[in-house]
């Protein structure tokens, strides 16, 4: 079964750090890309940040210079390091696996449970 854990989480300062972890396991597929999402109360769902199994990047401008999303070697494991915390980026953050299909140009999205980050001024 496809597993996809999130940690990393936590009640910072705003200014403040946080490192968040995502581990993507149980598939015999590939990993198009990974991203990092995120929901505060009463909003939409929406991306953070993505990187694909090459390495590019993409980032919501909201959080571009202080967000920095990364993988390891493996490709099943993804980064994302906050810096420069701020209030709105209280969130619960959700990792997402695209992991490639059998079918050409479809990816299969599993979700992990996600994280809850809060930044209190």
């Known amino acids: 079964q496809v597993q996809v854990v999130e940690s990393g989480g936590g009640l910072v300062q705003v200014g403040g750090s946080l490192r968040l972890s995502c581990a993507a396991s149980?598939?015999?597929?590939?990993?198009?890309?990974m991203g990092w999402y995120r929901q505060a109360p009463g909003k939409q769902r929406e991306v953070v940040a993505r990187?694909?199994?090459?390495?590019?990047?993409n980032y919501a401008d909201s959080v571009k210079g202080r967000l920095t999303i990364s993988r390891d070697n493996d490709k099943n494991t993804a980064y994302l390091q906050m810096d420069s915390l701020k209030t709105e980026d209280t969130a619960v953050y959700y990792c997402?696996?695209?992991?490639?299909?059998?079918?050409?140009?479809?990816?299969?999205?599993?979700w992990g449970q996600g994280t809850q980050v809060t930044v209190s001024s």
């Open positions: 997402a696996a695209d992991f490639r299909s059998s079918q050409a140009g479809v990816s299969d999205r599993y």
């Open positions: 149980g598939s015999t597929s590939s990993i198009n890309a």
């Open positions: 990187i694909t199994s090459g390495g590019s990047t």
